[in-house]
């Protein structure tokens, strides 16, 4: 059996932006099983408030796996309230060293209006660089056409709508029902 070429993470598109001092969230609804599209209207991109505290996830890749990462996410939070980069580093260690949480297929993006972070099994917490971050099996579309955004007048959401409708028009697994989360610094 041939080896999927998108372990994991095919079947979805997330994207963050920051632009001045918004940042925001979008992903699709989409969710696909093989060729079939199952759902068209999935919200993919949640607010936590651990706390008291706003936080802003996106996930791509599998929804049970996906919402045992928010949960246990949740969990660092209120253990270290106002910390996103300490609780998403605590989050990846456990992710990459408990026998459990590394088979679970998924990636994060998440935002406090502050840090813009992509959480990964391999135990990475990435900021990335120009302020924008995708993932997904349409990431790579969504983030080359944010890219190309960012400079103009646009604010963060608009970019982000943009970008997504880009990705959608190009990847067969995303669709352009967006779920679109903001949050200020």
Not at 61 to 90: C, H, I, M, N, W
Request: net charge negative.
């Amino acid at each position: 059996m041939a080896e999927d070429p998108f372990p994991g993470w095919h079947g979805t598109t997330i994207i963050g932006v920051r632009k001045g001092n918004e940042v925001v969230i979008a992903g699709d609804g989409q969710v696909s099983l093989g060729q079939t599209v199952i759902k068209g209207t999935a919200r993919k991109v949640r607010r936590l408030s651990p706390g008291g505290f706003d936080v802003v996830a996106g996930f791509a890749g599998s929804t049970a796996d996906a919402f045992t990462l928010l949960e246990r996410l949740e969990a660092k939070l209120e253990a270290t309230p106002g910390q996103l980069a300490r609780a998403s580093v605590e989050l990846a260690k456990d992710w990459r060293t408990d026998k459990y949480l590394q088979k679970l297929e998924a990636m994060l993006i998440v935002t406090d209006g502050s840090e813009l972070l992509v959480i990964t099994g391999a135990g990475d917490v990435l900021e990335p660089e120009h302020d924008i971050a995708a993932i997904g099996s349409g990431g790579n579309f969504a983030l080359a056409a944010a890219r190309a955004l960012i400079e103009s007048d646009m604010s963060a959401e608009e970019i982000a709508r943009r970008a997504m409708a880009i990705a959608a028009d190009i990847c067969v697994y995303t669709n352009d029902n967006l779920t679109v989360e903001k949050i200020g610094k």
